[in-house]
């Protein structure tokens, strides 16, 4: 235990040395942090008290359905934090040189199992403990709650639900790579996916919110009381629903009740958490083993049948390499494409449900809003996509940058090939997105019209924004996409992108807002010189913001390498 | 030919290379020594463009790297003290990637790669992936990448870290051939042997100034005053 406590306390000591560097970029990153993530939970803060104001006082929605809702939200939250932990478990567990460090010395397995184990957990998770926080902190508010609420749900509900979480997913990790020495990696990871999909799919389908609403509406006005009769009986035994149980109950004031789910989260979370550290103990090694094996009968091969780069794609020589390269980059690291082909299942998914929704017959308010809100889910989505794939690509050049930038190639032209390289997709992903999550729109002209245009101007910022942001803050000391995309200048950089959606989607709501109050009052002269107006906003904004961060991006490519 | 003019690199308050002026004629094998941080890697740095200078000029072939980066690049062949490579790169992609960054005419191409995997003898492993090389299979792919597009000026950053006898010797074999065929060759190292097996001449950098620049018989001159021993000599200079 102390040998623990003596390395965690090295490994604080270090990291709180990293965070304090006086260096240009540091400062920017430093301070910028300090006022963004200030901002961002003000905004999540006021952000979830008008989000109950809105369904408690305006549609009447009733404390017990919000709280199925919150659990539905929960659920989804839950498996990605698990799917998150699967994946940067596997780098943090098994491809860090710190594990192979501390393996030569006379430190017991499942001491560093737990420190990488809070390593990963700690620290990609910053982020979700702000916005966490901020959201607890809006719902006490909201409710009028007293201080002991807040830690109570901070310390007894949020940090046992992620940790049930983040356990769970490294049990089942070390039950894939047992799996994984027997079937192969392709096999593991497709059935992974499809795990994943099928889970929320079938919980949707059993839970059915439509059936929900309807059942419970039947009782209006009397929608607070705990229609658990309507609730299927697995319901019971996850747990997004103890934890938003835990917080109807306190609402509601029954003590008894709350403090029952509280004792099940709690109680949850450590067996969960003891479990692991017992399996770990006696697994990890191994595992770290079947991992070693793993890597070497897949990779140790020789790979003669066709050489991409004998065959030219540009005329250019410079582009055609560099593009190539980042092209096997991509597809030879399974960390990578794999978490491609899952981004854009979750985006296929949202985008077949919202062909499937029909809002023709709702008030337009009610129109203008869920068309809002579809559009900054989109929009979520891209800017999601972008921090995670476009921001590391220059710091992902790591150690092996000084052979491109030593050879005679033009810093534009490394930097126009990377920036071209994640465009592309992104711009053909984003598109199709856009499209078909509003489809049910797609007889309002210029309505398409504003999301199209304002969704390609997204999509050109982001890319501009994160390869910048990439390039400034870039260390070039960690070669891991996943650990890139977690470091302090990424969640800057995801930060000012969402500030920037919010900008954008306030004019995209203006619009919308017009067009559905008054599409039937006004001539379409005037609503298409609403749209036109709006576009050429949204524009020139973006168009600002781009050429700053693309100035700044390439300037910053120049520096000592 | 490479000539340093009043080379200068500070970082914030510290000054790692200190107003170096040296002047290297083509065809000559130029060794650079010099204990740790005494300033070697960021001089060679500050040639190949990955450092720009505070202040001070670098030409090589009287063309300023300032001036004109890509054209000086063209010329240069490096090869850092660590063997980095795209790890996901076979050894044959790196070559031709490598290549590629170059503009290597597609005619004479596909024959240049023939020719330096049978020089460097990495035909057994050149078509596994990165990933896999041991340093030494690392470091033999990257000094034969460097030299695969023929640069005239060759910058070497420790070449022997991680080589067998026989990759030494196949890498000390092949850079005096070229320096006799006239290529500039300009070659840090701790290994004062190698450094003494072929250098023709030879200069100490301690604290970012060059202390000692002479030529490899002056050295052996200098030799007798230390037990005809290099190592008493270096050792006494960066004290």
Same mark, same amino acid.
Request: charged letters at 15%.
């Given at each position: 235990m102390?040998?623990?406590i003596y390395i965690?306390?090295y490994?604080?000591?270090?990291?709180?040395k990293l965070?304090?560097e006086?260096?240009?970029?540091g400062?920017?990153?430093?301070?910028g942090s300090v006022f963004?993530?200030?901002?961002?939970?003000?905004?999540?803060?006021?952000?979830?008290r008008a989000?109950?104001q809105?369904l408690?006082n305006e549609?009447?929605l009733?404390?017990?359905l919000?709280?199925?809702?919150l659990s539905?939200?929960l659920?989804?939250f839950f498996?990605?934090?698990?799917?998150g932990n699967i994946?940067?478990?596997?780098?943090?567990?098994y491809?860090s040189n710190e594990?192979?460090?501390?393996f030569t010395?006379?430190?017991?397995?499942?001491?560093?199992f737990i420190?990488?184990?809070f390593d990963?957990?700690f620290?990609?998770?910053?982020?979700?403990?702000l916005i966490?926080?901020a959201v607890i902190?809006?719902?006490?508010?909201y409710?009028q709650?007293?201080?002991s609420?807040y830690?109570?749900v901070?310390f007894?509900v949020?940090?046992?639900f992620?940790l049930i979480?983040?356990?769970l997913?490294?049990l089942l990790l070390?039950?894939?790579?047992?799996?994984a020495?027997?079937?192969g990696?392709v096999?593991?990871?497709v059935g992974? @996916?499809?795990?994943?999909?099928?889970s929320i799919?079938?919980?949707? $389908?059993?839970v059915?919110?439509y059936?929900l609403?309807d059942?419970v509406l039947?009782?209006y006005?009397?929608?607070d009381f705990?229609f658990?009769k309507?609730d299927?009986?697995f319901?019971k035994y996850?747990?997004?629903h103890?934890a938003s149980?835990?917080l109807?109950?306190?609402i509601?004031g029954?003590?008894?009740?709350?403090?029952?789910?509280?004792?099940?989260?709690v109680?949850v979370s450590?067996i969960t958490?003891?479990?692991?550290?017992?399996?770990a103990?006696k697994?990890?090694?191994?595992s770290w083993i079947?991992?070693?094996?793993? $890597?070497?009968?897949?990779?140790?091969k020789?790979?003669?049948?066709?050489?991409?780069?004998? $065959?030219?794609?540009?005329r250019?020589?410079q582009?055609?390499v560099?593009?190539?390269k980042?092209l096997?980059?991509?597809t030879?690291?399974p960390?990578?494409w794999?978490h491609?082909?899952i981004l854009?299942l979750f985006m296929a998914?949202?985008?077949?449900?919202m062909?499937?929704?029909?809002?023709k017959?709702?008030?337009?308010?009610?129109?203008s809003?869920?068309y809002?809100?579809?559009?900054?889910?989109?929009?979520f989505l891209?800017?999601?996509m972008a921090?995670?794939f476009v921001?590391?690509?220059?710091?992902m050049?790591a150690?092996n940058?000084?052979?491109?930038?030593s050879a005679?190639v033009?810093?534009?032209l490394?930097?126009?090939? $990377?920036l071209?390289f994640?465009?592309?997709?992104?711009?053909?992903?984003g598109v199709?997105?856009?499209l078909?999550s509003h489809?049910?729109f797609r007889h309002?002209?210029y309505l398409m019209v504003?999301t199209l245009?304002?969704?390609?101007? @997204?999509i050109?910022?982001?890319?501009?924004?994160n390869i910048?942001?990439?390039?400034f803050f870039s260390t070039?000391n960690e070669?891991n996409p996943i650990r890139?995309?977690?470091?302090?200048?990424?969640?800057?950089i995801?930060?000012?992108s969402?500030?920037?959606?919010?900008?954008i989607?306030g004019?995209v709501y203006?619009?919308?807002f017009?067009h559905?109050?008054?599409?039937?009052?006004?001539a379409a002269?005037?609503?298409a010189g609403h749209?036109?107006?709006?576009a050429v906003?949204i524009?020139?904004f973006s168009?600002l913001?781009?050429a700053?961060?693309?100035i700044?991006?390439?300037?910053?490519?120049?520096?000592?390498? | 030919?490479?000539?340093l003019?009043?080379?200068?690199?500070?970082?914030g308050k510290f000054?790692?290379?200190?107003?170096?002026?040296?002047e290297?004629?083509?065809?000559?094998?130029?060794?650079?020594l010099?204990?740790n941080g005494a300033?070697?890697t960021?001089?060679i740095?500050?040639?190949?463009?990955l450092y720009e200078?505070?202040s001070?000029?670098?030409?090589?072939?009287?063309?300023?790297?300032?001036?004109?980066?890509?054209e000086?690049?063209r010329?240069i062949g490096?090869?850092?003290?660590?063997?980095?490579l795209y790890?996901k790169?076979t050894?044959?992609?790196?070559?031709y990637?490598?290549?590629?960054?170059?503009?290597?005419?597609?005619?004479?191409?596909?024959g240049?790669?023939?020719?330096?995997?049978?020089?460097?003898?990495i035909?057994?492993?050149?078509?596994k992936r990165?990933e896999?090389?041991?340093?030494g299979m690392?470091?033999?792919l990257?000094?034969?990448a460097?030299?695969?597009?023929?640069?005239?000026i060759?910058?070497?950053?420790?070449?022997?870290?991680g080589l067998?006898p026989?990759?030494?010797?196949?890498v000390?074999?092949?850079?005096k051939?070229?320096?006799?065929k006239?290529?500039?060759v300009?070659?840090?190292?701790h290994?004062?042997?190698v450094?003494?097996?072929l250098?023709?001449?030879?200069a @100490?950098?301690?604290?970012?100034?060059?202390?000692?620049?002479?030529?490899?018989?002056?050295?052996?001159?200098?030799?007798?005053?230390?037990d005809?021993?290099l190592e008493?000599l270096?050792?006494e200079?960066?004290?």
């Open positions: 102390l040998q623990l965690l306390f490994k604080l000591k270090s990291n709180l965070t304090v006086l260096t240009p970029q400062l920017v990153k430093n301070i963004l993530y200030v901002l961002f939970v003000v905004g999540t803060f006021y952000f979830t989000t109950l809105y408690l549609i009447h009733g404390l017990f919000l709280h199925r809702f539905m939200v659920f989804v498996l990605t934090v698990n799917l994946i940067v478990s596997y780098s943090t567990l491809r594990v192979l460090f501390l010395k006379p430190v017991s397995f499942a001491n560093i420190i990488k184990f990963n957990f620290y990609s998770s910053t982020t979700l403990f966490g926080m902190a809006g719902y006490g508010s409710f709650m007293p201080v609420f830690f109570i901070l007894l949020f940090i046992p992620l979480s983040a356990s997913a490294v070390f039950g894939l790579m047992k799996l020495s027997r079937t990696i096999t593991v990871v992974l @996916i499809v795990g994943y999909i099928s799919y079938a919980y949707f $389908k059993i059915n919110p059936r609403i059942e039947q009782y006005p009397n929608i705990y658990d309507f299927p009986v319901l996850l747990p997004n103890w149980d835990f109807y109950w306190t509601r029954e003590s008894t009740n709350s403090l029952f789910n509280l004792y099940l989260l109680m450590v958490f003891m479990l692991l550290v017992v399996v103990n697994y990890y090694r191994k079947v991992s070693i094996e793993l $890597k070497f009968s897949r990779k140790n020789i790979v003669r049948s066709w050489n991409i780069f004998q $065959k030219k794609i540009f250019n020589q582009l055609d560099l593009y190539k980042e096997l980059q991509f030879r690291e960390g990578q794999l491609f082909v854009i998914i949202f985008a077949v449900s062909t499937q929704l029909e809002i017959s709702a008030q337009p308010f009610l129109q809003v869920i809002t809100v579809i559009y900054l889910f989109t929009a891209i800017a999601s921090i995670r921001y590391p690509i220059i710091s050049e150690n940058f000084w052979k491109v930038k005679p033009s810093i534009f490394i930097f126009w090939t $990377k071209f994640v465009l592309l997709p992104i711009l053909i992903i199709l997105l856009s078909f489809w049910q309002e002209y504003v245009v304002s969704m390609l101007c @997204i050109f910022t982001l890319v501009s924004v910048s942001g990439g390039s070039f070669k890139i995309a977690s470091t302090q200048g990424a969640s800057l995801f930060l000012l969402l500030i920037y959606l919010v900008i989607v004019a203006v619009t919308t017009q559905f109050q008054q599409s039937n009052l006004l002269e005037i609503l749209t036109i107006s709006s906003f524009g020139i168009l913001i781009c700053t961060a693309l700044l991006g390439i300037k910053s490519l120049k520096r000592d390498y | 030919m490479i000539k003019q009043e080379l200068t690199k500070i970082f000054t790692a290379v200190d107003n170096i002026s040296l290297i004629p083509s065809g000559q094998f130029f060794g650079f010099g204990p300033g070697k960021t001089t740095k500050m040639m190949t463009g200078s505070t001070g000029n670098v030409f090589l072939n009287g063309s300023n790297i300032k001036k004109n980066p890509l000086v690049k010329q490096y090869i850092p003290d660590q063997p980095y790890e790169l050894g044959r992609e790196y070559l990637f490598c290549a590629g960054l170059f503009k290597m005419p597609k005619s004479t191409l596909e240049k790669i023939k020719e330096i995997i049978k020089l460097f003898e035909e057994p492993w050149v078509d990165a896999n090389y041991s340093q690392a470091q033999r990257i000094i034969a460097a030299l695969l597009h023929g640069p005239p060759i910058i070497i950053d420790e070449p022997m870290v067998d026989r990759s030494a010797s196949i000390k074999k092949v850079l051939e070229k320096c006799e006239g290529a500039t300009f070659m840090s190292t290994i004062l042997q450094a003494e097996e250098c023709d001449r030879i @100490i950098i301690n604290n970012g100034r060059i202390i000692f620049d002479y030529s490899h018989d002056e050295l052996q001159s200098f030799k007798h005053k230390y005809g021993k008493n270096f050792l200079l960066t004290e």
